[in-house]
């Protein structure tokens, strides 16, 4: 969370960017084995986090959607993760 607070959200400002309105900053640590990224996206659970609550709740959302299977069911099935 520094990295994102302390570097990326004070560049992003730098370059003209409004980060209370425009981007949303947000940060989600993840660690994956090789060859596990896709199985492990779906079943890890995960610490989201943004620079304020508009941020998080867009970054929750993200993942609730990605990870929910839906985007990646077809996908799942065709590698044998899923039934």
């Given at each position: 969370m520094?990295?994102?607070?302390e570097?990326?959200a004070?560049?992003?400002?730098?370059?003209g960017?409004?980060?209370e309105n425009?981007v949303?900053?947000?940060h989600?640590?993840?660690r994956v084995?090789h060859?596990?990224?896709?199985?492990?996206l779906v079943?890890n659970?995960?610490?989201?986090?943004?620079?304020?609550?508009q941020?998080?709740?867009?970054?929750a959302?993200?993942?609730?959607?990605?990870?929910s299977?839906?985007?990646l069911k077809?996908t799942?099935?065709?590698?044998n993760?899923v039934?």
């Amino acid at each position: 969370m520094g990295t994102t607070e302390e570097i990326v959200a004070v560049l992003l400002r730098e370059s003209g960017h409004d980060i209370e309105n425009d981007v949303f900053v947000a940060h989600c640590p993840e660690r994956v084995l090789h060859g596990r990224i896709l199985i492990e996206l779906v079943q890890n659970d995960r610490i989201v986090g943004g620079i304020n609550a508009q941020s998080t709740e867009k970054a929750a959302a993200f993942y609730r959607e990605f990870v929910s299977g839906k985007s990646l069911k077809p996908t799942l099935k065709r590698l044998n993760f899923v039934n």
